[in-house]
T-cell receptor, first 115, second 110 residues
């Protein structure tokens, strides 16, 4: 079955450490997205990518970085510059085309906590 | 600029009662509208979407939503709540980019 795989499910970070969250999709979708979810705040867009080797900042990109070297993969790095990284991180993708009228498909998320 | 407001961060209904989750949007152009459901420690799953073909949209799990342009609303309903409907529900609007509401957690009382 096609879908989006996020790993790991749970991740712990020490102060000053960078960590990378994995997101892989086999849906042949062009666009991919990273969201951060905090209780009561809904989903906030971190980065998105419409095509391989190209990505744009979302609303809360500071302290995060991404790459899009392959269509299937869109890893997110949480850097030490992100002062409050504890959150639930969701990766999503959407079908080819302009995309605004296409629903997004989501992975099951990675929960990041600070030790 | 587009935006979406979900009224009520928590809603409780008795099992078998009507479910009504409210969503109001603002958009400068006719929008695309979505409802998603999220179960604990999982991603979001699409319930239904409005793309202007019909104002009453039927989704999965017995949910439906009605687009009312005059009220700028897209409320989600289900005639009879089931315990398995307990989850968080997100309304989303998309014209230039997709914007999610802050979510409504639905509690089902036995």
């Amino acid at each position: 079955d096609g879908g989006i795989t996020q790993s790991p499910k749970y991740l712990f970070r020490k102060e000053g450490q960078n960590v990378t969250l994995s997101c892989e999709q086999n849906l042949n979708h062009d666009a991919m997205y990273w969201y951060r979810q905090d209780p009561g705040q809904g989903l906030r867009l971190i980065y998105y990518s419409q095509i391989v080797n190209d990505f744009q900042k979302g609303d809360i990109a500071e302290g995060y970085s991404v790459s899009r070297e392959k269509k299937e993969s869109f890893p997110l790095t949480v850097t030490s510059a992100q002062k409050n990284p504890t959150a639930f991180y969701l990766c999503a993708s959407s079908p080819p085309g302009r995309g605004i009228n296409q629903p997004q498909h989501f992975g099951d998320g990675t929960r990041l906590s600070i030790l | 600029a587009q935006s979406v407001t979900q009224l009520g961060s928590h809603v409780s209904v008795s099992e078998g009662a009507l479910v009504l989750l409210r969503c109001n949007y603002s958009s400068s152009v006719p929008p695309y509208l979505f409802w998603y459901v999220q179960y604990p420690n999982q991603g979001l799953q699409l319930l239904l979407k409005y793309t202007s073909a019909a104002t009453l949209v039927k989704g999965i799990n017995g949910f439906e939503a009605e687009f009312k342009k005059s009220e700028t609303s897209f409320h989600l309903t289900k005639p009879s709540a089931h315990m398995s409907d307990a989850a968080e529900y997100f309304c989303a609007v998309s014209d230039d980019k997709i914007i999610f509401g802050k979510g409504t957690r639905l509690h089902i009382l036995p």
